[in-house]
């Protein structure tokens, strides 16, 4: 985006790119002044737009257009033989970063499924790297990730890893109830998998 519009500008225009946590940091700095457009879920933006999950309304921006699907990736060790969700109990469980996408998409996931933090598996909060080590050394059993796609090292490694189904009951839990999630599939070592993905947007100061 950065290089497209300082090719096609006709002025001395610069676009400056800030790296950040993700999406609730992206609308905080909309809000704070500090960027003027930012990259962000639409799940996440319409949490913080309407005050809901725990965040305070902040309605400072507005969507220029949507950009591409994010799936929410489940991942385990085949070697550990988790089946699916139903086997999750009692595991460690990467939710991702606090307020993230990620660990709200888990949390909605996990919610349907009947599973509560702290009560039927452990939530740990650690970013993309972390989770990935954590799931490579044994810290991690299963991890979540709403992304394009998998990170490098667990590509690389793909046949080592196992990608779980959502329940079709709870895609359709899901999708019912909040309007940003959509049915989607994966295809992984050739076989597909059922899941649900949100959409990234472009998003700018109102």
């Given amino acids: 985006l950065k290089e497209y519009l300082e090719n096609i500008s006709t002025n001395d225009f610069n676009l400056k790119i800030q790296e950040s946590s993700g999406s609730v940091e992206n609308i905080e700095n909309l809000e704070n002044k500090i960027s003027n457009i930012a990259i962000v879920q639409n799940d996440v933006a319409h949490y913080m737009f309407y005050g809901k999950h725990s965040f305070t309304s902040t309605q400072v921006f507005a969507g220029i257009f949507p950009l591409f ?5 489940i ?3 085949k070697q550990l033989n988790i089946r699916g969700i139903s086997d999750f109990e009692n595991k460690v469980i990467s939710l991702g970063p606090l307020g993230s996408g990620t660990y709200l998409n888990a949390l909605d996931i ?3 499924a009947g599973l509560k933090k702290g009560i039927d598996y452990i939530g740990k909060n650690l970013n993309a790297e972390d989770t990935t080590n954590g799931l490579i050394q044994g810290n ?4 979540f ?3 394009k796609s998998l990170p490098g090292k ?3 490694a793909s046949a080592f890893y196992k990608i779980h189904d959502v329940p079709q009951i709870v895609i359709k839990d899901l999708v019912t109830k909040k309007p940003y ?6 295809k992984h070592e050739g076989v597909a998998v059922s899941t649900l993905s949100v959409r990234s947007y472009l998003v700018g100061e109102k």
């Avoid at 699907?69 to 990736?73: F, H, L, P, Y």
């Avoid at 991690?140 to 991890?143: D, F, G, K, R, V």
């Avoid at 999630?181 to 994966?186: F, M, T």
């Fill in 69 to 73: 699907s994010e799936n929410i990736w």
């Fill in 140 to 143: 991690i059993e299963i991890a």
């Fill in 181 to 186: 999630y959509e049915k989607s599939s994966l």
């Fill in 145 to 147: 990730y709403t992304s």
């Fill in 110 to 112: 996990l919610k349907s």
């Fill in 154 to 156: 667990l590509k690389q």
């Fill in 75 to 77: 991942v385990s060790k």
